[in-house]
């Protein structure tokens, strides 16, 4: 079985400070990982994808994130935060071995102090 | 705009009532997915569909069910509708599936049960 835990259900941080949100999977085959965003009375918007290769993924808005694999880890950063950044952003992990299905964190809430 | 249309966008009913939530996935997408989002519970995977047949079932009640048309639109049909059913349920596509296909997703179908 897989799983996700995001570290923090609420995140603050002031404009133009480093943005970090913590998650760790679970998974006892190769995970595929994802950061989702939803902003008020949307739906969930894909920030990031690792499947293989490069631990590093660079995503849309200026977030990255990095497969650690030896702490089973999958943190999302930007280098400076914008106010537009503020929303609710979830981890999710899936894998190759049967249907796609996405495990999803509970979700981090990211507010911007301007 | 992902491309995944659902509808209606909000819904009202009363306890006991059956209720039939809609989505069309994106052009080319043979995978649908529902999921459902509630406070307590956070983001479940509840059934995926591929290609008008089920492929996958997750957290979802004997009191729903689904279904993928040779359109490849799908139906989630919730059914004795209980307080706690009360939740924003999403739909997602996407082009196969196995992955790491990006999973799309639309911007929910918000269901109240008074």
């Known amino acids: 079985a897989q799983s996700v835990t995001q570290l923090g259900s609420h995140v603050s941080v002031s404009e133009g400070a480093l943005v970090l949100l913590r998650c760790n999977y679970s998974s006892s085959v190769p995970p595929y990982l994802f950061w989702y965003v939803q902003y008020p009375n949307q739906g969930l918007q894909l920030l990031l994808k690792?499947?293989?290769?490069?631990?590093l993924v660079k995503g849309i808005n200026g977030f990255e994130a990095e497969f650690k694999k030896s702490e089973t880890s999958f943190h999302l950063t930007k280098p400076s935060a914008h106010m537009s950044d503020a929303a609710e952003y979830f981890c999710a992990v899936s894998s190759l071995s049967g249907a796609q299905k996405l495990v999803f964190g509970q979700g981090t809430r990211l507010t911007i102090n301007p | 705009d992902s491309g995944v249309t659902q509808t209606p966008k909000h819904l009202i009913t009363a306890t006991g009532q059956r209720v039939t939530l809609r989505c069309s996935p994106r052009s080319g997408d043979l995978s649908v997915y529902w999921y459902q989002q509630s406070l307590d519970q956070g983001l479940q995977f509840l059934i995926q569909y591929y290609n008008g047949e089920e492929r996958a079932k997750g957290n979802i009640l004997e009191r729903f069910s689904a279904q993928q048309f040779p359109d490849l639109h799908s139906e989630l049909n919730l059914s004795s509708l209980e307080l706690g059913d009360s939740a924003l349920y999403f739909c997602a596509s996407s082009v196969e599936i196995q992955g790491p296909n990006t999973i799309y997703f639309g911007e929910g179908s918000w269901l109240t049960v008074v």
């Open positions: 690792y499947t293989t290769g490069a631990t």
